[in-house]
């Protein structure tokens, strides 16, 4: 049953219904970000701290969502696309990344005696919460702020839920446009192959 | 690459060094261009895809602080060839008359070396030579006139409910002049509203570097070498310039020339001359004024994001497609100086969620959610500021190397109180647009756009880096070009005035290199 307290304007839309009609290079992208390979930087047990914070900090998703956020992620820094540095920091947003999910389950176990992914939804709620508008504990987060590590990780996130095609569909966006581009214009005007506009679209 | 002289070695290959290239390819110099980035293929190497066009951007380090620190990978930067020029939005501007002389007409920020009558035959050359779009009779022909293409016409939601909003306020409008192809020109063809101008245009309808002067350059024998980072430059005992370091599959490479052009935008270039210090340049090249690096600028970027009852779908079409100028100046009667412009600016997704995410820290989770599922009923509409330079916005270089042995530069940037005054102007005169057009404006997100300064031109080797064509002022055989020698950063997009100032240093290079005795036997 659906616990969200809104509702897509689009539940009928399919966003990869279209994909054929998309050009061999995006399609290849999108195959690869659906079905990712495996990467080389996350260990297990860092996927599985990741993939507990993403449902803490995004609860909301759930269900919607269907990349794999701990895949798409670790592929991601695999392919070196995290070497920046965030605004205000003298680390890259990989090392950062690594390291805060190494701080998380540190402070987790000498808290609580469990890692992150083991903790009640309560106790990881109350953690993050604690971590996102501080430093951090000095003692564990002092090459890594904790607020720095989550203002990265959660930037990362929202990169890829919003790079995920189901969630496309639940925003009615047309997703991928070429080759055949837009043609109906004017106020009410859309290509038959968008969402269709809300009354038309809806059970 | 066998071979290791040429007359002229060109740094970066954007908007200002393909231009450079594309006119030294048609005299007898040999030329070599370096790009840090890939050669891309829009049909091949492109995508229609947020996430995956991040390649466009610099993703090496760079430390942003001060007390409004700048986004240095995105909108300011560019990796590849064609750099940043590749994804923008290309809406392409004439500068102001009074651009060039803010410090006389308004007693703010410093005067060029240079007027607008200076850079006007070479606007008129790239109006033409860039196949720009417009409005037949442009409402502020200083701007811009004479489009050779006309103004694309299929304008997508988001753009007429910003035009009926200014309609209604009472504010001039237009559809943009852009490098976007309107009908078609030899075996391109006219743009098909696909949207992802800044993933970079797989159509290729948009017109950059990579479909005009890289070409130009290559068929004309210029060498390029993609994916070659160059890492410092050496001096000879004249104090000319005279090798060019540079990495290419992690080998060590150098080059020997007769004249050096730095076109690698505002913060790799016033890197590559701090490091390239030495004995006889001991505060770095082209810095006996101590201003490498310093004035370096921006623009003001925010979008108003305003929900309509009926869906917008603002993904429809390329993001920027009309504007109003007649802010430009309107400090004057508003108690600050300068002014501003306004355009729709539709967003993707991925654009929008983060700087949802940026400008409030709590929109994650269900907040992130439940404004995202609006995404359809929301239009975009942008401002471009004016920032104000001073002296304090800087690129210095850390004591950390990067993987290829150069300091890794450290920009320093605080907003001017006048930035921040054009900044809330331009909010409330954006509500009032969303607003008129039926729409309650909801976000206000605080973003920039494109960088400028750090090399400033001017006449006086004491208060500037380089000459008006970005010949140093201490070293007569390296020039610098592109957005770093701006002195201000109006609010029209610099664009245009890049490659037009590129033309102008083009030819400047081209006596020059006669001057100096160079005949292409390099």
Redesign the interface.
């Known amino acids: 049953m659906d616990k969200?307290?809104?509702?897509?304007?689009y539940p009928t839309y399919d966003v990869m219904s279209e994909k054929n009609e998309?050009?061999p290079?995006?399609q290849q992208?999108?195959f690869s970000?659906i079905h990712p390979s495996e990467g080389s930087i996350l260990t297990p047990d860092m996927k599985r701290t990741l993939q507990a914070l993403a449902k803490t900090?995004?609860?909301?998703?759930l269900g919607?969502q269907t990349l794999s956020l701990t895949m798409v992620l670790d592929q991601r820094l695999t392919a070196?696309?995290l070497?920046?540095?965030p605004?205000?920091?003298?680390l890259?947003k990989e090392t950062i990344i690594l390291k805060g999910l190494t701080f998380m389950e540190q402070e987790a176990i000498t808290e609580h005696g469990k890692t992150f992914y083991l903790l009640d939804e309560k106790t990881r709620n109350e953690l993050v919460r604690k971590w996102?508008g501080s430093d951090g504990d000095p003692s564990i987060w002092a090459e890594v702020h904790s607020d720095l590590f989550f203002?990265t990780v959660?930037?990362e996130i929202?990169?890829?839920?919003?790079?995920d095609p189901a969630?496309?569909s639940?925003?009615?966006?047309?997703?991928?446009?070429?080759?055949?581009?837009?043609?109906a214009?004017?106020?009410?005007q859309?290509d038959e192959w968008?969402?269709k506009?809300?009354g038309e679209n809806l059970v | 690459m066998a071979r290791t002289s040429f007359d002229v070695c060109i740094v970066g290959a954007g908007a200002a060094g393909s231009v450079i290239a594309a006119h030294l390819a048609k005299t007898n110099l040999s030329v070599v261009m370096l790009d840090a980035g890939p050669h891309r293929d829009p049909e091949k190497d492109f995508a229609s895809d947020e996430l995956e066009m991040e390649k466009l951007f610099w993703d090496e380090p760079r430390v942003s602080v001060g007390q409004d620190p700048l986004d240095l990978h995105r909108s300011t930067s560019g990796k590849g060839v064609g750099g940043s020029a590749v994804h923008y939005t290309a809406q392409l501007l004439r500068f102001h008359k009074s651009d060039f002389k803010t410090k006389t007409t308004e007693d703010i920020g410093e005067d060029w070396p240079i007027s607008y009558e200076d850079v006007l035959p070479y606007y008129e050359h790239m109006t033409k030579r860039l196949s720009l779009s417009g409005p037949n009779r442009f409402p502020w022909q200083t701007f811009g006139e004479h489009f050779p293409y006309p103004a694309h016409h299929d304008l997508s939601n988001n753009t007429l409910k910003f035009r009926s909003g200014l309609e209604k306020i009472g504010m001039k409008h237009a559809v943009s002049p852009l490098a976007i192809l309107s009908a078609p020109l030899e075996d391109r063809h006219p743009c098909i509203n696909r949207g992802f101008c800044e993933e970079g245009c797989m159509p290729d309808a948009k017109t950059t570097p990579l479909n005009t002067f890289i070409p130009e350059a290559l068929h004309g024998g210029v060498t390029l070498l993609p994916e070659a980072t160059v890492t410092s430059l050496a001096t000879d005992p004249s104090k000319r310039v005279k090798t060019v370091h540079y990495k290419l599959d992690g080998q060590k490479h150098e080059i020997k020339v007769k004249i050096v052009v730095l076109a690698a935008y505002a913060i790799e270039t016033p890197r590559l001359l701090l490091h390239s210090k030495n004995a006889d340049f001991p505060n770095g090249l082209a810095n006996s004024s101590g201003l490498v690096g310093k004035y370096l600028m921006t623009n003001t970027n925010d979008h108003i994001i305003a929900k309509f009852p009926e869906e917008i779908r603002m993904y429809r079409g390329n993001p920027v497609q009309a504007l109003t100028m007649d802010p430009y100046l309107c400090g004057q009667e508003n108690g600050f100086k300068r002014g501003f412009i306004l355009n729709s600016y539709g967003m993707r997704p991925v654009r929008l969620a983060t700087l949802f995410l940026e400008n409030d820290e709590t929109c994650i989770g269900e907040n992130m959610r439940m404004r995202m599922l609006d995404y359809n009923h929301f239009a975009s509409f942008a401002m471009l500021g004016e920032v104000i330079a001073q002296a304090s916005n800087q690129v210095a270089l850390t004591d950390e190397l990067d993987g290829n042995g150069v300091p890794i530069p450290k920009v320093t940037f605080s907003y001017h109180e006048n930035d921040l005054l054009i900044r809330e102007h331009a909010k409330e005169t954006l509500k009032s647009i969303a607003t008129a057009a039926g729409g309650e404006p909801l976000y206000h997100l605080r973003a920039h756009a494109h960088l400028m300064g750090g090399c400033r031109m001017g006449n006086d080797p004491h208060s500037s880096v380089v000459n008006s064509y970005g010949q140093s002022h201490d070293i007569d055989n390296l020039f610098i070009v592109g957005a770093p020698t701006f002195v201000t950063a109006p609010s029209a997009n610099p664009t245009l005035t890049i490659y037009s100032l590129a033309k102008r240093s083009a030819e400047y290079i081209e006596t020059f290199s006669k001057e100096i005795g160079v005949n292409g036997d390099s």
């Open positions: 969200h307290p809104k509702r897509t304007h998309w050009d290079v995006t992208v999108l970000r900090l995004f609860p909301s998703h919607e070196k696309k070497k920046a540095f605004k205000g920091a003298n890259s996102r203002s959660s930037a929202v990169k890829i839920i919003y790079s969630i496309w639940d925003i009615g966006y047309g997703g991928p446009a070429f080759p055949r581009g837009y043609y214009f004017g106020p009410h859309f968008e969402a506009p809300h």
